[in-house]
């Protein structure tokens, strides 16, 4: 049996993970710089609200049961186009949330009557088998890029009844035929030419969206493109909500950026005021582009929003999220039940809900015959994310022992990007390989991931810092008790079942405030505690967290608030 103080796996690579840039920037923020707020056009009479093109057919996909009623549209709320840039989408391009959030919210938006649209790269690693009736679009896109064009083709296509462009482009660069998504030296580059086409594609098309939401530093550069070039060209209409996922990646780049799309005028955009990096005064960041050029800016929690601008948790955008502190906002992000939710989850053999709580049981009983734990009254205690430094793994790594130590069993499903960390965690891997209360899986499994939330007592979210999490969020629609660190958006969802000051049947889990082991093992073992010594209590805290709403409907609202703000602004 292993030991609380593992003897072997090495030094973690991950332990210094303090940000690698400064929390302050080093270039002071200037005393009465004025917000550069696109100066857009006075806003014209909106155009009649675009129905679906008629030659697109309708989903033939079939319809998945419905669990809960669909909101219904408002009719005295204006219709909006909305346009999504997006680099991820659930579950045809997924390297982590942000798919799932341009996936739920589209979705959402879609049902409240709007008119969504998604436009995205055509990778080569799509899963095809999500997308249906796909079709050449647009054949003849030229996206101007350094000195000459590129020829690309546009692609349309239903994924789960969202309405999808994916855009092709044809050259030697092979942008998006990689095998992955992010990890090549060329990512910033790759994803300006992303934004750059979608961009062209809008124009060259005749669309007009009230709205175009852009995720993330990868469609940063679409407010820019808009701001300076493409209302020049007559796109006066739309208005840009820009949605930061994740401060820690910003697309910090070189001046060769300008060349590539066309900007040019190094003098006019490395300015303090545009894209001008706070630290290096030689790169341009794309993200804090995103945020000087768009109508308004979300991060994914009103808490992040907060620790992003006022506690160093901004990466160095502290000072450009003050002067623009204005169009400024957290939302939580929402589940969507129709995916995540265990009452009709076609991932797992025994569906469950309040009514029928015991089934869970039957579902741990499959994961441990499919991960071939033993077969026993402990706790599974599951991880399920990213392997990045964001996500605590130090932590995590203490928290596999500290469930052996207290009788538990631990399942580990995640990746990492970076060769060092995987390599680290297959070592941990074959060191527990014959321990019948450890699983290790590392990779990228959907299906997998459904079974864990369904078959798991507890998920730990030991985050360093964590914009929003969505894992605590499907979580507790399983009935699976989260224990998380308090800490951006899950301090804004879970609540302590000992120490929070919220009424009882509204708490949800067990929280803890400082990043040590000390601090982890006081909320993980009274998980464990409660689990074992106050079945009751742990199953109520269960249901309050069935009972939980943290579907689309009002992150849905918040951000169509959102819409309309910058639309009449
Ligand atoms: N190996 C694996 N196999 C299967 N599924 C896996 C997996 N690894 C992760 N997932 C799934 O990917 C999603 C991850 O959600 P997170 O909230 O942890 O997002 P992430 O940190 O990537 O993104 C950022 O964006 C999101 C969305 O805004 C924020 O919630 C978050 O705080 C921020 O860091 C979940 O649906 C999870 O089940």
Not at 16 to 37: K, N
Not at 60 to 82: C, G, M, S, W
Not at 529 to 556: A, K, Q, T
């Amino acid at each position: 049996m292993a030991t609380k103080q593992p003897t072997r796996g090495g030094q973690p690579p991950f332990q210094d993970t303090a940000p690698s840039r400064p929390t302050h920037a080093a270039t002071p923020e200037p005393p009465a710089a004025p917000p550069l707020e696109p100066a857009y056009p006075a806003i014209e009479p909106d155009p009649p609200f675009l129905i679906p093109e008629p030659e697109w057919p309708q989903s033939p996909e079939p319809p998945t049961p419905e669990v809960q009623a669909d909101p219904p549209a408002t009719p005295q709320e204006p219709k909006l186009f909305i346009v999504h840039l997006t680099p991820e989408l659930a579950p045809v391009a997924k390297v982590g949330g942000l798919a799932d959030v341009v996936f739920g919210l589209a979705h959402e938006l879609q049902l409240r009557g709007h008119h969504v649209e998604i436009l995205l790269p055509k990778y080569d690693c799509l899963r095809h088998d999500h997308i249906w009736d796909l079709h050449e679009a647009y054949s003849d896109l030229w996206v101007p890029w350094f000195n000459g064009t590129v020829h690309c083709t546009v692609y349309f296509g239903f994924v789960h009844g969202r309405r999808c462009f994916f855009i092709e482009p044809h050259s030697s660069d092979n942008f998006f035929n990689r095998g992955g998504i992010y990890g090549f030296d060329d990512d910033v580059l790759r994803f300006a030419f992303f934004s750059r086409a979608a961009m062209e594609f809008l124009w060259q098309s005749g669309k007009h969206p009230d709205i175009l939401h852009c995720h993330d530093w990868q469609t940063a550069l679409a407010p820019v493109f808009l701001y300076e070039i493409y209302q020049h060209l007559g796109m006066t209409h739309p208005r840009v909500c820009f949605t930061i996922h994740n401060f820690k990646h910003q697309g910090v780049t070189g001046p060769q950026l300008l060349s590539a799309t066309g900007l040019n005028r190094p003098e006019y955009y490395a300015h303090y005021d545009r894209m001008r990096d706070n630290f290096n005064p030689h790169a341009l960041n794309l993200m804090k582009a995103g945020v000087v050029y768009s109508n308004f800016v979300t991060t994914v929690s009103p808490r992040h929003a907060a620790e992003a601008k006022d506690q160093g948790q901004g990466f160095g955008l502290e000072p450009t999220l003050h002067i623009h502190h204005a169009k400024y906002g957290g939302v939580v992000n929402g589940v969507d039940y129709k995916v995540w939710n265990p009452e009709i989850d076609p991932y797992i053999p025994y569906r469950y809900g309040l009514d029928s709580l015991d089934d869970k049981y039957k579902n741990k009983r499959a994961l441990r015959d499919r991960l071939m734990l033993a077969d026993s009254d402990k706790p599974i205690i599951a991880f399920i994310g990213r392997l990045d430094p964001q996500k605590g793994l130090e932590l995590l790594r203490h928290a596999l022992f500290y469930t052996l130590h207290r009788r538990g069993q631990f399942v580990l499903l995640g990746a990492s990007a970076n060769g060092q960390i995987n390599h680290y965690f297959w070592g941990l891997k074959h060191q527990l390989d014959d321990n019948p209360d450890i699983h290790i899986e590392i990779g990228f499994n959907e299906e997998l991931s459904h079974l864990i939330y369904a078959g798991a007592d507890i998920i730990l979210v030991p985050s360093r810092f964590e914009p929003c999490g969505l894992t605590q969020l499907i979580a507790l629609r399983y009935g699976t008790v989260p224990v998380v660190r308090e800490v951006g958006g899950l301090a804004d969802t879970v609540f302590d079942r000992d120490y929070s000051d919220r009424p009882e049947d509204e708490r949800n889990g067990y929280v803890f405030k400082d990043y040590d082991y000390s601090g982890l093992e006081s909320a993980l073992g009274r998980a464990i505690s409660c689990y074992y010594r106050h079945p009751v209590e742990f199953r109520e805290l269960m249901r309050n967290g069935i009972r939980c709403d943290f579907s689309w409907n009002h992150p849905g609202r918040d951000y169509l608030n959102i819409y309309h703000y910058i639309r009449d602004k």
